[in-house]
């Protein structure tokens, strides 16, 4: 059966604590909330500047499209920082000096392609905000946000962020399902394995996503519908050309329905299964290069780790990144060997919450230790650091993130997963030479588009 991507569905430094099956978890109340209008901005991040005033107080001012920026519907965003320059340009020269901001994976980054790989830091941005309705629904419902005892299943959710204010790694992971929940979703993503002497992989697949709870406004009464829907069509390869998976994410493990499930169509034997086993470190993208859980840097269920929270760190991270999808990029300049073109990336510092996970005892995956970086004012994961089982640092993962205007949210945009013992690179959810995809508009997606019977007449 061929395989194809899973989409993601949704989500002060504390002492580390693990995820344990059989604990209670206590609800946050109305009064704890109350640090969102002072401390905390509405989303749950530190409002204040840091220290040093290298990662700037939070402003909030900007919803949809910034002031003097020009930009309708439909088209690609217009970089609201496009003149601003680099401050300053990391290397593996000078990586020492800027040791406490960088992760494992940066630092091997630049010790692995010392004289190519770079990381240029610009100016530092927080004046991005979600619309008043998401702020008002966390703090309505927030409270009532019920987890199951295995932690993965989530009952009385609003529709982002259970826990802006978290105080349990299960809690942190959540947010992080959460964070890059949207109503609809329709793109076409170009995907590239590019190997160590250049020559490139490719892969295409047409992606759709429809989440009923986040399609308008959200009404706990009418909006009892848990699942969030997506279909996968394969272009590229040519040999897994005409493939289609379906299926859905039902996130509330307490309900009378509380299986999710998906469907594929193999246009070999023209006849569509059921995937029940679908996930985890099953392998996906060209190649087979990365697994099912690396989508977004990570998707779907933590029960085969501990988790824990190693606290919050100020790290230079991909932000504001408008020049990586913009159309005037070339894949063949963008894509160099070895990794990305620098020239194309932008790193500011931010404030990020560590999220790590262990293999338990007893359980199977590629990756036996993973390490999460999201971002504050989002919780998006923007970086992840993946071992081996002996140990050994495997695969840095990079993900460009930016705001949308349209959708007025945090957007998740081209992602990097390199190898770093063989020196290969992924990048997926490249757009620069397809349409530009469509968040929040038409076509207003149904179920129905989303079933079973749905692809098998659609497949030919």
Same mark, same amino acid.
């Given at each position: 059966?061929?395989?194809?991507?899973?989409?993601?569905?949704?989500?002060?430094?504390?002492?580390?604590?693990?995820?344990?099956?059989?604990?209670?978890?206590?609800?946050?109340?109305?009064?704890?909330?109350?640090?969102?209008?002072?401390?905390?901005?509405?989303?749950?991040?530190?409002?204040?500047?840091?220290?040093?005033?290298?990662?700037?107080?939070?402003?909030?001012?900007?919803?949809?499209?910034?002031?003097?920026?020009?930009?309708?519907?439909?088209?690609?965003?217009?970089?609201?920082?496009?003149?601003?320059?680099?401050?300053?340009?990391?290397?593996?020269?000078?990586?020492?000096?800027?040791?406490?901001?960088?992760?494992?994976?940066?630092?091997?980054?630049?010790?692995?392609?010392?004289?190519?790989?770079?990381?240029?830091?610009?100016?530092?941005?927080?004046?991005?905000?979600?619309?008043?309705?998401?702020?008002?629904?966390?703090?309505?419902?927030?409270?009532?946000?019920?987890?199951?005892?295995?932690?993965?299943?989530?009952?009385?959710?609003?529709?982002?962020?259970?826990?802006?204010?978290?105080?349990?790694?299960?809690?942190?992971?959540?947010?992080?399902?959460?964070?890059?929940?949207?109503?609809?979703?329709?793109?076409?993503?170009?995907?590239?394995?590019?190997?160590?002497?250049?020559?490139?992989?490719?892969?295409?697949?047409?992606?759709?996503?429809?989440?009923?709870?986040?399609?308008?406004?959200?009404?706990?009464?009418?909006?009892?519908?848990?699942?969030?829907?997506?279909?996968?069509?394969? &272009? @590229?390869? !040519?040999?897994?050309?005409?493939?289609?998976? $379906?299926?859905?994410? =039902?996130? #509330?493990?307490? %309900?009378?329905?509380?299986?999710?499930?998906?469907?594929?169509?193999?246009?070999?034997?023209?006849?569509?299964?059921?995937?029940?086993?679908?996930?985890?470190?099953?392998?996906?993208?060209?190649?087979?290069?990365?697994?099912?859980?690396?989508?977004?840097?990570?998707?779907?269920?933590?029960?085969?780790?501990?988790?824990?929270?190693?606290?919050?760190?100020?790290?230079?991270?991909?932000?504001?990144?408008?020049?990586?999808?913009?159309?005037?990029?070339?894949?063949?300049?963008?894509?160099?060997?070895?990794?990305?073109?620098?020239?194309?990336?932008?790193?500011?510092?931010?404030?990020?919450?560590?999220?790590?996970?262990?293999?338990?005892?007893?359980?199977?995956?590629?990756?036996?230790?993973? &390490? @999460?970086? !999201?971002?504050?004012?989002?919780?998006?994961? $923007?970086?992840?650091? =993946?071992? #081996?089982?002996? %140990?050994?640092?495997?695969?840095?993962?990079?993900?460009?993130?930016?705001?949308?205007?349209?959708?007025?949210?945090?957007?998740?945009?081209?992602?990097?997963?390199?190898?770093?013992?063989?020196?290969?690179?992924?990048?997926?959810?490249?757009?620069?030479?397809?349409?530009?995809?469509?968040?929040?508009?038409?076509?207003?997606?149904?179920?129905?588009?989303?079933?079973?019977?749905?692809?098998?007449?659609?497949?030919?």
């Amino acid at each position: 059966m061929k395989r194809i991507r899973l989409p993601l569905m949704r989500a002060s430094v504390m002492a580390a604590c693990a995820i344990v099956a059989t604990t209670s978890f206590s609800k946050i109340s109305e009064d704890d909330l109350k640090v969102l209008d002072s401390t905390l901005t509405p989303m749950g991040a530190q409002r204040a500047a840091s220290k040093d005033d290298g990662v700037p107080a939070w402003t909030g001012k900007w919803l949809g499209t910034p002031p003097d920026v020009q930009y309708k519907r439909g088209n690609r965003y217009p970089d609201p920082f496009a003149n601003e320059k680099p401050l300053f340009t990391i290397t593996a020269e000078n990586m020492a000096q800027y040791a406490d901001h960088l992760t494992d994976g940066q630092k091997a980054m630049l010790k692995r392609y010392p004289t190519t790989f770079k990381i240029p830091v610009y100016p530092s941005h927080r004046d991005f905000r979600y619309d008043d309705s998401v702020y008002k629904d966390i703090r309505k419902y927030a409270p009532d946000s019920t987890m199951t005892s295995d932690t993965n299943g989530l009952t009385n959710a609003p529709p982002q962020v259970p826990y802006p204010i978290p105080k349990t790694a299960a809690e942190l992971l959540w947010n992080q399902r959460f964070s890059s929940a949207i109503g609809t979703e329709q793109a076409i993503y170009d995907q590239a394995v590019v190997y160590p002497g250049g020559d490139i992989a490719w892969g295409k697949v047409r992606y759709d996503i429809y989440s009923p709870r986040n399609d308008g406004k959200f009404d706990p009464k009418v909006d009892i519908n848990n699942r969030s829907y997506y279909r996968v069509s394969t &272009e @590229l390869p !040519l040999s897994d050309r005409g493939t289609l998976t $379906v299926g859905y994410e =039902n996130w #509330d493990k307490a %309900g009378a329905d509380n299986t999710s499930r998906t469907w594929v169509y193999n246009p070999g034997t023209r006849r569509v299964r059921q995937a029940p086993e679908y996930g985890y470190d099953q392998p996906q993208g060209p190649g087979g290069f990365r697994t099912v859980d690396d989508d977004r840097l990570f998707n779907g269920s933590g029960e085969r780790y501990d988790w824990k929270i190693l606290g919050k760190r100020e790290i230079y991270v991909p932000y504001d990144n408008y020049k990586i999808m913009d159309p005037s990029v070339k894949y063949s300049d963008l894509l160099t060997k070895g990794h990305e073109n620098p020239a194309y990336m932008r790193y500011e510092l931010h404030r990020v919450w560590v999220l790590q996970a262990t293999l338990k005892s007893g359980f199977r995956h590629q990756y036996a230790k993973r &390490e @999460l970086y !999201l971002d504050e004012d989002s919780w998006i994961a $923007v970086l992840a650091d =993946n071992y #081996d089982a002996r %140990g050994q640092l495997w695969r840095t993962n990079i993900a460009t993130t930016m705001y949308a205007f349209d959708a007025k949210t945090f957007y998740p945009s081209t992602v990097f997963y390199h190898d770093l013992i063989s020196g290969a690179y992924l990048a997926d959810r490249l757009t620069n030479q397809g349409p530009m995809p469509k968040l929040d508009s038409s076509p207003q997606f149904t179920e129905a588009y989303f079933s079973p019977d749905a692809i098998r007449g659609s497949g030919n």
